[in-house]
Nanobody, 119 residues
Framework: QVQLVESGGGLVQAGGSLRLSCAAS????????AGWFRQAPGKERQFAAA????????DYADSVKGRFTISRDKAKNTVFLEMNSLKPEDTAVYYC????????????WGQGTQVTVSS
């Protein structure tokens, strides 16, 4: 099993920045990738960004490309999401997820952290 704990959410004004963290523990040696997803009120959960666990290749949703940066500290088993130029439409609960080697689905999810961007 893998446990994920997110932190770093909060309230910020439009144009501001936040940095989310996701600390993984447990069977982290089995992981192949990590991602951030977000869910706004009344909407479905959406993909935001992903990174491979070992190689550092990244992928972003068009809506966050150029503003968000995903990174990981492999030694600390922690994944970060640096969010800049935040917009009110970025308001959502942000979830960290990880994927195990050989799987195409996201196997483990964190509890989520609220990000609120005021206009």
């Amino acid at each position: 099993q893998v446990q994920l704990v997110e932190s770093g959410g909060g309230l910020v004004q439009a144009g501001g920045s936040l940095r989310l963290s996701c600390a993984a523990s447990g069977r982290t040696f089995s992981l192949s990738g990590a991602g951030w997803f977000r869910q706004a009120p009344g909407k479905e959960r959406q993909f935001a960004a992903a990174i491979t666990w070992s190689g550092g290749s990244t992928d972003y949703a068009d809506s966050v490309k150029g503003r968000f940066t995903i990174s990981r500290d492999k030694a600390k088993n922690t994944v970060f999401l640096e969010m800049n130029s935040l917009k009110p439409e970025d308001t959502a609960v942000y979830y960290c997820a990880v994927r195990e080697r050989g799987d195409t689905t996201w196997n483990h999810w964190g509890q989520g952290t609220q990000v609120t961007v005021s206009s």
